[in-house]
Every structure is written in C-alpha cells, then in structure tokens.
C-alpha cells in the first residue's frame, strides 16, 4: 500500500517570489524593501491557478496587480470610476481566500534600506540588499522544508517576476549558492516569468504590496482592523496558514552586522 506521506515525498515545491519595491529608486537605496512569496507543491498550485484565472474572469480582470487596482491607477482608472475603494478591498480579499486554500506557507523578508546602506556604507565587502533579502528567505523555506512534514520537497525551484530588477536577483541566486552549501544543495533552479500570465507571481505580488501597507500602520500591522489580515490565516480562520516573517530593522541590522559581512566572502 502507497502511504500519502510516501506520495507527499514525491512532489516538488516552488517559491514563488516577487519583489516590491515602495521607492521608483534603486533597490534599498530608502524606504522599506521587502521580498515576498509563496510555497506550494505542485497539485496545489495547479488548483490554486484554476480557481484564480475563474476569478479574474469573474471580475473581468487579465491578471491583479494589487497597488495599481487598489489605487485604480494604470490599466484599472475604468474600474477607480465604477468601483468604489471598499469595493476593490472585497474583491482583494476574494483573492485571498484562494490563497488561503489552496498554498501551503508565505514568506516576506523585510529590511530598512535606507539603515542598511548607512550601516554598510564604510565597508568594501558588503552584500547588496537584494542578496540579504534573498538569503534570508532562502534561510526560511529551508527550514520549513526540512521539518519532517515536508522532507523530500527539497529542492527548491524558485520563480520571480520578470522585471528590471531581475538580474540582480539572478546574480543573487549565484553568488549565494557559491558561497553556502546549503543553498546548493536545497535550491535547484531559477526562472522568471512574465506576471501578467502567472497567478502565483500575481499571488505573491498581493502579499509583497500588502505587506508594505501593514508595515507602514507600524503597531497595528495585521491586526483585527485589518482588511487583509486573512492572508495570515487558513481557509477556517481558526487556523493560522503557515507564514514566516522576518523584520530587519535598524538596529537588528547593526548587532548582526559581522554576520551579515561574512555573506560576502
């Protein structure tokens, strides 16, 4: 007889992760950077992507992308004029619910740009932002990955939005695998697709841009006032869905600095 933790053992997970970026500048120049994305294995996401494409076709959408159709900027100023602002937030949390039922975990990695390059400035060997970021998530799903619910889900095969910025997470990937066995060992490929064909990219961009908006509430981030707080939570609110979430503040970044330096050897 075929156990179903034999059958989970066979399949594969994908990160999917896309960055968001709250300042037109480059990457962690200020402001708040944060890298953000989902795990799931590979029937869950071929679920996940049925019921998002049927939702998009529901609200007449070609794809979501979150801080443009809150806003009602670019390509939904239509929908800004016939769809009051509460309205697009129900719709938002309409996409979260799929989320919650179909993906396994979230992570978000968030650091102070701006304290980042004032803490490293003086140093000649140092790792761009963008590098910590991808490391540190890097960090989280294998960790979550090696718990024994999830043993032979490794490797990764990570996936990011085809962008501007998509080399500098390209020369990410290489040189943090050069450096860490680990990550050789527990990452496997990287790809980049165009998030206007892929809802897990368009998934993930909702956690990234969601996350931004509850970072800048400070305390009160995801709290009971929150209209986006179920994407901390599983399709029965009871449950918590599984999210790893780190914060690099300033002096979070100061007293790890020695550590944060050896990335770059």
Known sequence: MI??????????????????????????SRGFVCLSGYVSDDPGWESFHKEWEALLRRHHLKRLHTSDFLAGHGEYEEIRETTPYQNRVGIVREFIAVIQKHIICGVSVGIDGFGFRQIFSEER??????????????KLMVSRCLIPEWQGMLPLSLIFDDSEHSMRFYEAYRAIKSRHIEAREALC?????????VGALQAADLLACVTVKEHRRGEDAWDADSPFRGLLQAADPVYG??????????????????????MAL
């Open 125 to 138: 060997k140092r790792p761009p932002p963008e590098e910590f970021c991808f490391f540190r998530v890097m």
């Open 189 to 197: 490929s990287i790809t980049f697709a165009d998030d206007r064909f």
């Open 3 to 28: 156990s179903l933790l034999s059958l989970r053992k066979s399949r594969r997970a994908r990160l999917v992760a896309h960055a968001f970026f709250d300042d037109s500048d480059s990457f962690g």
């Open 241 to 262: 869905l599984l999210y790893d979430q780190e914060y690099w503040d300033t002096d979070l970044l100061t007293s790890n600095k020695a550590d944060i330096l050896k």
